[in-house]
C-alpha cells in the first residue's frame, strides 16, 4: 500500500506503471504484480501518470481510509504501508486508521550520514510517542563499490556512526547496511526484479538479510520467502 | 525559509544547529548565520533537537504563515524557500501566501534516473497549474568520481536521458549536472560550508553554475553573487 500521495513510485518499480485498478462488487482490486504480491497506488488511477496529485491533508487521508475500507485485499500475510517521509498526515492517518487490527511495527530507512539521522530521530521519537514498535533499523545507500576498480568508498559518510551507532544508543534493533548498488535504481526505472536479476549482489544479500531480520519479529515463516535459498 | 516542518536539515547544515530564535517588538528574527544570509527553521524552536513534529496539514500552513508575517526579515535581496517533497499543503500555502507579492519562480532538483523524475514531472505540472514559473531544472547526484581510481561512474543512471532530456522534452531551462561529491553531505553534518572548503571541486562549480543561472533569469548581480571569481 503506497501512502506516498503526492509521489507515488512503487507502480514503476514493479513494472505495473500503466495497470489500472478494477473496482467489483467486492471493492477496489488491487494489481496483481506477481501471485503473491498485490499493489494499491494512487497512481493507478491518474488519467495520465504525469498528473499532479496537488491534495492537502484531508484529502490524502480520506484515500487511505479508502485503501483500508474500500479495496479488496483478500486474506492477506502482511500489509506493507510505504509511506513518505515525514510525522504528518499519512502517518498519523495510517496509525490512527489501522489502531483496532493493529500496526507489528516500523521499519526505519536512512543514509549513513548524519542529516539524513536527525530526520530519522524525529520518526522514531514519533513512532515512540505513537506507541508504534521499531521493528529495526536499515543504513541504506551505505558504500558504493566503484565498477571500474572494485574498492569500496563511502557515498554518505557516517559522519556519527550511521545507522548503527544510532540504533546501539537508542536500543533498537539494527537490520544492516544495504550498498548503493546503480543496478537497483535501474530495476526500478525499468520495473524489473533487482533479486531476480542479481541474486548474488551484496546488496541483495544485504536486503534478503534486512527482511530476515523483520520477519523473525513478527512471526513471518521465513523459509516461504525465499525457498530457493 | 525552510519549509520541511517535519524533517528541518537547514540549521544543521548551515551550522546553526544549536541556535534560537529571538522575538522582539519588531517580530521573530531569523537566525544570521552569515553577514548576508538569515534562516528561519522550526528546528530553532524545539526543545531538543530530535523531536518529531507531529503536526497535519493546516499547523504546517500555520507555520509557514507565520514565518512570512511574523519575522523581521529585513530588506531581503531573496527569499529562498526550501520545500519538502510533493505537491501539498506547502507547496500550496507557500503559492497562496504569496500571490500578492509574487513569486520568481521555482527550481527543480532531481536525480537522474527515471523514478525520481517521474516525482519531478508531478511537480513541474503542479508549478504548470498553479502559474509558477520554472526557472529550471538541476541535475542531483549526477556521477559520482570514485576516490581510489578517479574515475566517473554513474550511481543514478539516467535510464530515460537524466533531467536534461527532461528540460528539452517539456522546453524549461536546463541549469546543469551537480556531481555527487560525498564532502558535500559531510559539509553539511559539519554545518561547515563547501563552497569555502572545496572551492575548485567540479561540484562546486556546477552549483555556481546553476546560481548564475537562476540568477540570471531573476536580475541579480552575479558579480556580487561570487565576487572572488
Redesign the interface.
Known sequence: MDTD???P?IP??MGAENETIHISNSGWSPVWVMDNLGVMSIQFMLPN??????????K?NGLIKQFLKDVDWGELDLLLVDT??????E??SVNSYLKESGIDGAIIVTTP???SL??V??????CQ??GIKILGLVDNMAG?V????T?E?????A??GGGKALSEEIGITYLGAVP?D?RI??A???GESYFDSFPDSPACKAIKKVVTGVASQIALDTESLFPED
Chains 1, 2 share one sequence.
Not at 501518470?49 to 484531508?58: E, H, T
Not at 568508498?153 to 559518510?157: A, D, G, M, P
Request: some cysteine.
Open positions: 500521495i503526492c509521489g513510485s514503476k518499480m501518470k504525469d498528473d499532479a496529485i496537488i491534495w492537502r491533508g484531508p490524502k513518505p517521509p515525514g510525522t504528518s498526515d502517518h498519523l550520514n548524519e542529516v536527525l530526520d530521530r524525529k520518526e522514531i521519537d514519533f510517542k505513537a558504493f566503484c565498477p571500474k576498480c574498492k568508498s563511502q557515498v554518505f559518510e559522519t556519527s548503493l546503480p535504481g535501474m526500478g526505472d525499468y
